[in-house]
């Protein structure tokens, strides 16, 4: 998956690709600047916004996501990006409230969650399938990366 706002820090960071501690976690790189780019999620908070949700980067704002309803589906177009989005913002909310979770790029440059435990949850791919079906729920997904 080409995310285009990687391309553009991979670009202030010099390189084609992640700084390898960027890749495996903490301990170096820039992890935060990562973290800080992917939850972003523009195109989600504006729509969302016209719903009267707040995105606070907690799992009660991912209940609230979940109750929506999925107007977005009316837009082929719009519906893979904001999908996308939707699965940065559970990551985001996932490595700012499970302990130990923290975000990893794969050697594709993929986006996922690593928890503690090592297993790795494909936020993206999560994201794109509420977008489109309604299911898992993002607090699903939130609740399962929580029991680890």
Same mark, same amino acid.
């Given at each position: ?22 890749? $495996? ?72 409230? !499970? ?17 503690? $435990?090592?297993?790795?949850?494909? !936020? ?14 993002? $607090?699903? !997904? ?7």
């Amino acid at each position: 998956m080409n995310i285009p706002f990687l391309d553009a820090w991979r670009k202030r960071h010099g390189g084609g690709r992640a700084p390898a501690a960027v890749e $495996s976690g903490p301990g170096g790189g820039d992890p935060e600047g990562l973290a800080a780019v992917l939850a972003e999620c523009d195109l989600l908070r504006a729509r969302v916004q016209d719903c009267g949700v707040r995105l606070d980067d907690t799992p009660r704002s991912l209940e609230a996501l979940d109750q929506l309803p999925p107007r977005w589906r009316d837009d082929p177009e719009e519906l893979p990006w904001l999908g996308n989005d939707a699965g940065l913002y559970l990551g985001t909310v996932i490595v700012r409230t !499970v302990p130990g979770a923290h975000w990893h790029l794969t050697p594709g440059g993929h986006p996922v969650v690593r928890l503690a $435990s090592g297993r790795e949850i494909l !936020v993206v791919q999560a994201g794109l399938d509420w977008a489109i079906s309604g299911a898992p729920e993002l $607090s699903q !997904v939130y609740g399962e990366a929580a029991e680890g």
